[in-house]
């Protein structure tokens, strides 16, 4: 056995021989620290199956085996459910929601499937108890394991052969193989890399929950995110009930679906409509407010676009934005300015999506022109109007994609006017809704204002 200090950037995972101040692959400052490494001698084929190569057109093209989490919206964002061996990260701030996610998906999995193992290093036994208590979640080969030590826990899961495992979460596991502390890089690494083996190899799912740090990655991110076949990741705003879940990397399926969630009094509820659920508490017919239509994966979403236009105290006025990028704000106010000849350059600018939701689609953009110009000239738009279309610098209106999907959404929610671009007119067709074709933002504001 070889013993062997190598120092660990803390950040990316990068390794080297010498100390340095600044990590060469992620820049990060001060982020090297020393790690005992113990390099054990691997013997060929020692763990996981051993395999040979084989002519592509001679292996069975079966689709995956999956299994389903019994909650649909988790299920869509995995890709139809999880699939056999494979690894899933979830990742998300603390008190999101990641363990009574996966406290209520295992229960059900136990329910319809057979046993489950929850391993938390987190939280007591009892405490897991108390929670599944309070949401219906207390019977049933649901099996909770309070432990942190690495080969401890596979030895459990060797026994037990469940259907799936939760590791809550993946910075409190170490290995006694590795001398440096819980949540290092080094330990994270290694504790991911023995599990996803044995998921490997024996075929059964593991679902790892990550932290999430200060600058919203996960500690040993990189590392993480190449090792698994699958990274969730958990979003909502402080104070909103409502969840997003978003995969952000899935080797079995999408990357951009999402599962819409809602935190209650029982745990976390699916939303099966969440346009309604966004365009619930909209004001109607005030100045600023406009409806977009976002498309996540393969569902339309619609969300309310809230700008607030006030002269401003301040030598630079402000552009704040909540849930839409702040360039792309500062982009489109340039092209309204200069196309549309609004004066905007003494003014307070604040653009905020209703529900905390976060947009990063171009479809919006013309959704946010509209709202700006909405709220600086005190004009309504029409309440059942939806606004689609991507904004050029040149204020020229660009196609988007699936405006049918978007169109029929709205319709869905008693919307009758579409203002769209001129070139995506023909794709649609939605009884009972007048559209609107426009080349270019001035266009738009006739209409619409
Ligand atoms: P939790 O799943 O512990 O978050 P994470 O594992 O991501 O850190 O979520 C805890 C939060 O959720 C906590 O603030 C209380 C709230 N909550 C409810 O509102 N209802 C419930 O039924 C449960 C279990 C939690
Ligand atoms: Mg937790």
Sequence with gaps: MKIKTLFTCQKCGYQSAKWLGRC?????????????????????????SSASPMPIGDISGNEEQRLSCGITELDRVLGGGLVAGSLVLIGGTPGIGKSTLL???????AKGTGSVLYVSGEESAQQIRLRGTRMGVNAGPLFILPETSLEKIIVHIQRLKPAAVVIDSIQTVFTSTLESAPGSVSQVRESAGRLMMLAKGSGIPILLVGHVTKEGAIAGPRILEHMVDTVLYFEGEAGHPFRILRAVKNRFGSTNEIGVFEMKEGGLMEVKNPSELFL???????????????????????????ALVTGSSLGSPRRTTIGVDHNRLALLVAVLEKKVGLSLAGQDIFLNVAGGVKLNEPAADLGMVVAVASSHL?????????????????GEVRGITQPEMRVKEAAKFGFHRCILPAGNVKQVKVKGMELIGVKSVEEAMERVI
């Excluded at 060469?24 to 996981?48: F, H, L, R, Y």
């Design 24 to 48: 060469p692959d992620c820049q990060a400052w001060n982020s090297m620290v020393e790690e005992v490494q113990v390099k054990q001698q691997t013997v060929a084929g020692e763990i996981g």
């Design 103 to 109: 406290l209520q998906a295992m229960d059900l999995v």
């Design 280 to 306: 619930a508490e909209r004001p109607l017919g005030v100045a600023g407010s406009v409806v977009v239509a976002s498309l996540e994966g393969s569902r339309p979403l619609l969300v309310e676009l809230q």
């Design 378 to 394: 005190d004009k309504t738009v029409d309440p059942h109007s939806l606004i689609i279309g991507e904004v050029g610098l040149a």
